[in-house]
């Protein structure tokens, strides 16, 4: 499998703080069609997480260009998807937990 993803990700010859964020964008892309309701809100909310992290770093990028050379790849699929998966909920899970903290103090006007 680390194979599959190191072939991924020399694709795009970016660097690799963008490549990692487009990557889960990719795989929130993914998962955007596969949810409804209170869990594609949870998924819009983390791919403009990760857009916006490329955005301020990489603004001349054409993030839907390098986004559809990820999707369309050789070789991505449902291992690459899963792998994405697992690393970019390692960086998603902890700020979802404190962004849900902040907002229940502050949402209803407190």
Known sequence: MSLLLV???AL???PRAD???LRCLAYLSVAAGKVEGDQ???VDGGALYYFGRIESRSPQLDIGAELEKILHAPGYG???YQA???R???QLDPLVTRFDEWRGRYEGGE
Do not use: F, N, P
């Open 19 to 21: 490549e990692d964020d």
């Open 12 to 14: 795009t010859g970016l």
């Open 40 to 42: 594609r809100r949870k």
């Open 7 to 9: 072939a991924v990700t």
């Open 84 to 86: 994405d998966k697992a």
């Open 78 to 80: 449902s291992q690459t």
């Open 88 to 90: 970019c909920h390692v």
